[in-house]
T-cell receptor, first 113, second 114 residues
Framework: DVKVTQSSRYLVKRTGEKVFLECVQD?????MFWYRQDPGLGLRLIYF???????EKGDIPEGYSVSREKKERFSLILESASTNQTSMYLC????????????FGPGTRLTVL | AQSVTQPDIHITVSEGASLELRCNYS??????LFWYVQSPGQGLQLLLK??????LVQGIKGFEAEFKRSQSSFNLRKPSVHWSDAAEYFC????????????FGPGTRLSVLP
């Protein structure tokens, strides 16, 4: 089975802190994604990566950056956390090709105080 | 631009009753369509997907969905709901303009009464 893991299930940080969310997938997928999930808004794409060291902005990249130094790992960085970044963060991976779905990690519930 | 609407924010059904969750989409070509389920505190799990062919698709956990091009819909159904089906359900369509991503609806939360 494809496995996508996220470094933390729950995280509490202070305003202004630098936050790292880590995601690892074990199926050699080319594509990896970071979403944030808020009630009533569904999943909104923050960033995605289609290859090592490659990244593309999604719909809501402001306040975030990403890093993909290895194929299996995709990190989301909040340079200076703010309270409006309190949310559920979901990582996903997907092999290239049209007929493939995304595989999701369990999510990280981030609270910024 | 692609979009997905799920008209029902919250649905409550009794255990053993039938279920239909609605999904409507806007997409310029033949879409890839997905239904995912999210149990509390968990990530999303794929229930089923449609790419082409038979418009009635069978998925896991006894779910099925029907693609209706004329109505731009992909509704999810289950003939008899179990208490363990209580969760949030997301419809997704794509790929989007980036080519690799999918657009998700806002979700429908399902509650099941004993």
């Amino acid at each position: 089975d494809v496995k996508v893991t996220q470094s933390s299930r729950y995280l509490v940080k202070r305003t202004g802190e630098k936050v790292f969310l880590e995601c690892v997938q074990d199926m050699d997928h080319e594509n990896m994604f970071w979403y944030r999930q808020d009630p009533g808004l569904g999943l909104r794409l923050i960033y995605f990566s289609y290859d090592v060291k490659m990244k593309e902005k999604g719909d809501i990249p402001e306040g975030y950056s990403v890093s993909r130094e290895k194929k299996e790992r995709f990190s989301l960085i909040l340079e200076s956390a703010s309270t409006n970044q309190t949310s559920m963060y979901l990582c996903a991976s997907r092999p290239s090709g049209g007929y493939n779905e995304q595989f999701f990690g369990p999510g990280t519930r981030l609270t910024v105080l | 631009a692609q979009s997905v609407t799920q008209p029902d924010i919250h649905i409550t059904v009794s255990e053993g009753a039938s279920l239909e969750l609605r999904c409507n989409y806007s997409y310029g070509a033949t879409p890839y369509l997905f239904w995912y389920v999210q149990s509390p505190g968990q990530g999303l799990q794929l229930l089923l997907k449609y790419f082409s062919g038979d418009t009635l698709v069978q998925g896991i956990k006894g779910f099925e969905a029907e693609f209706k091009r004329s109505q731009s819909s992909f509704n999810l159904r289950k003939p008899s709901v179990h208490w363990s089906d209580a969760a949030e359900y997301f419809c997704a369509v794509g790929p989007d303009n980036y080519g690799q991503n999918f657009v998700f609806g806002p979700g429908t939360r399902l509650s099941v009464l004993p």
